[in-house]
């Protein structure tokens, strides 16, 4: 027994069976985790022709669930597109109406200090493809 007893809530925090860190296995079905809207857009993404990657599962959301920054927010899924006609799809898709719910942030190399490239919705990381000057 120790000499200063924790209140209730603050043992709460600190499961008794492990203490060993493990993602969440709640989330590894995609559509358990992903908002309708997302999924609407990811599916149009996909049929517009997006060349990119799109990655919903929770490895990807949780590497890009933090910055250079003390924030963190779980991303909806990450897309990595391949050049510049992805930007333009993922753009095109975003202006439309049905499409207006969904909030992306652009992602270069999470080098930002303040959490700007953090969002609960869809990230756009460009630093997997689009990481070379082709023409000046």
């Known amino acids: 027994m120790s000499c200063f007893p924790l209140p209730s809530f603050v043992l709460g925090f600190f499961p008794r069976d492990t203490m060993i860190a493990r993602l969440d296995t709640a989330h590894t079905d995609p559509a358990t985790r992903l908002a309708a809207p997302y999924l609407r857009f990811l599916e149009a993404l996909t049929d517009a022709g997006f ?38 799809r993922i753009a095109h898709l975003a202006g439309q109406v049905e499409h207006r719910q969904v909030v992306l ?27 070379a000057i082709l023409d000046i």
């Open 51 to 88: 060349a990119g990657e799109i990655a919903p599962d929770y490895a990807n959301r949780t590497v890009l669930a933090t910055d250079n920054s003390i924030y963190q927010r779980l991303p909806q899924a990450v897309l990595y597109p391949k050049h510049a006609d992805d930007l333009a």
């Open 105 to 131: 942030a652009p992602r270069g190399g999470g080098t930002g200090t303040n959490g700007q490239s953090l969002t609960d919705g869809l990230v756009v990381d460009v630093s997997r493809h689009m990481n």
